[in-house]
């Protein structure tokens, strides 16, 4: 089937029928795991993005997976679509723009804190409670631990960076004691 649908068609045309019907953040889980499990799994990706294999083929597949993922049926739909239309590579290519692109509707957006020991919940609730209220929105950590950084806190949340580590706050102090 011959379309000029694009990749941004396709994901316009999902999240609204997500919104429509209250899914969205459903369906949200669904494609970040589907995508995980592509980038994790070459010969599923090779064989979805590939024309080799029958296109029924390879929607078969897409189902298989998300059924038994418990994908939402309008996740799996739309994965079938995106097989059907030629889309695969494309979704899979630009999996970081497409899914800030969803979480962004959602009203979520991810964010990759790096501190130098694991904090206390108490501690990690602070941070999450800062990052909401400076992006605005529900912010999904991803926490990372990097005793290089000595102290402080590192969270990079979409293309922003808040840096508040002690090593960085030690480099300033250094090039400011260099110059003068």
Do not use: C, H, W
Request: no cysteine; proline share 2%; charged share 30%.
């Amino acid at each position: 089937m011959a379309s000029v649908a694009t990749l941004r068609d396709l994901t316009e045309a999902l999240l609204q029928a997500s919104k429509e019907e209250g899914k969205l953040d459903r369906v949200t889980s669904d494609l970040e795991r589907f995508l995980g499990l592509l980038s994790s799994q070459e010969e599923i990706r090779n064989i979805l993005g590939s024309s080799v294999y029958d296109i029924n083929v390879r929607k078969e597949i897409v189902s298989g997976i998300g059924e038994k993922a418990g994908f939402d049926k309008l996740t799996i739909n739309f994965l079938k679509l995106v097989i059907e239309l030629g889309k695969i590579k494309a979704l899979v290519k630009s999996e970081a723009p497409f899914m800030q692109k969803i979480r962004k509707a959602s009203g979520k957006v991810k964010a990759e804190v790096t501190v130098a020991v694991n904090p206390s919940q108490e501690n990690l609730d602070r941070i999450q409670e800062r990052l909401n209220k400076l992006m605005e929105k529900d912010v999904e950590i991803t926490l990372k631990v990097d005793p290089s950084i000595l102290g402080g806190v590192i969270a990079k949340v979409e293309d922003k960076l808040f840096d508040g580590s002690i090593k960085t706050q030690l480099e300033r102090i250094r090039r400011i004691l260099s110059v003068a």
